[in-house]
């Protein structure tokens, strides 16, 4: 009899060990096989955290990297990064993870375009995708708050050659803007976000030398409260510029903030077919 019940479970012994997956790079294109929820897809971009598939039938599914999380024709691999040709000068990779193109002229604008919620979601996003969104051609613009989201997608007029991205703060159950979003039904408008209250927040603690982001009570304005919390004596914009300084690429951010905004990319500037 073998297996892992043939025999007492012993901590001290060192051949029970965690199972370990040969690596496999994650090149655009490969075919895989998410093992927990069965989504076959083509990586269409991989960002270390996340992977982002395009399944047969067109949809695209962003999902988490973990070793040994998929299958290549039926053996489960782990996922790690595609190796890379040296460059002569600059980056191996931009901000975003993403492999900088041979051509690295800024393409013009799509009709297409991705909506943030304030001037500080666009920075961040400018600071870490801005490479990747000049390639693709896609602007960013702030909504200035979410309030009039309906009027704002009517207005834009979308359509297959003029799709719409929307990137929401706090997306989460039975908050208003989870409410606003239900009310866009367009197939040409793709609404994702965070679940964090301000997108300060997607900021990771330890950047930016905290433990944890402080809880703010209800009642009180949350950039208010984090200043005041955080011991800081200049305004808000003084400390969101020295909060953008500490992030210098998508490992600063939480992957719910990566995941959502690589969806946004690749929805409104979709990749040639293969």
Known sequence: MSGILSN???PANPRQRRPQWPSKPAERGLLIRHRTTGTVGSILRFTGSHVMLRDRKGREHTLPV??????VDGETVSLVRPATKPRATGPTE??????PPADRKARVARASRILVEGIHDAELVEKVWGDDLRAEGVVVEPLHGADDLAATVASFDPSPERRLGILLDHLVDNT???RLASTITHRDVLITGHPYVDVWQAIKPEVIGIER???IPRGTDWKT?????LGFSGTSGEL?????KRVTSFRDLEPGLVGAVEQLIDFVAPP???
């Open 8 to 10: 007492p479970v012993d």
């Open 66 to 71: 973990a070793p040994g999380a998929f299958s």
């Open 94 to 99: 931009t901000a975003s993870g993403s492999i």
């Open 176 to 178: 208003k803007e989870q």
């Open 213 to 215: 982001w402080p809880t």
């Open 225 to 229: 409260g984090i200043i005041e919390n």
């Open 240 to 244: 969101w510029t020295q909060l953008l």
């Open 272 to 274: 040639p077919p293969d």
